[in-house]
């Protein structure tokens, strides 16, 4: 973050001995925004959300009822689910997920079909909210 907010502003940085070449602008942009802003402004349909439980790029406790419905203070309905088993891929495993193992599962993952119970959440609740 030194390297990203020097005073020169830096397009990019180079990181890992100038081996990868990272967008500096992109990553100050990017913690500028405020999510939690746009979240109450412009959010004001029906909110489905989803996160599994063994998603480990995504924290899973936004999708505590309780807390998204605070974080979605105008949306028309709101529903959070945290399916137990679910990864960020949309599929399950039985076993643990770990960040350091992610390219090994993804590609394992990749080749099963989406979460079933992921599936009839979503057509659950397509079925109430649409018909």
């Known amino acids: 973050m030194r390297k990203v907010n020097a005073e020169d502003k830096p397009d990019f940085i180079s990181m890992y001995c100038g081996l990868v070449k990272q967008p500096a602008k992109w ?7 405020d ?11 029906h909110c489905l959300a989803i996160t599994g439980i063994k998603d480990f790029q995504v924290r899973n406790e936004f999708c505590i009822q309780s807390t ?9 309905s709101i529903e959070a689910h ?3 088993n679910l990864t ?7 076993g643990e997920a770990k960040i350091l193992s992610a390219k090994k599962l993804y590609q394992k993952l990749g ?3 989406l979460d079933e119970e992921l599936l009839n959440i979503t057509n659950d ?6 018909f």
């Open 27 to 33: 990553i100050r942009e990017h913690f500028e925004y």
């Open 35 to 45: 999510v939690h802003a746009s979240l109450e402004k412009y959010y004001t349909c």
């Open 68 to 76: 998204a419905e605070r974080l979605l203070p105008n949306a028309k």
């Open 82 to 84: 945290r399916p137990p």
């Open 88 to 94: 960020h891929v949309l599929r399950s495993t039985d």
């Open 111 to 113: 080749k099963l079909p």
């Open 125 to 130: 609740w397509c079925d109430r909210i649409l």
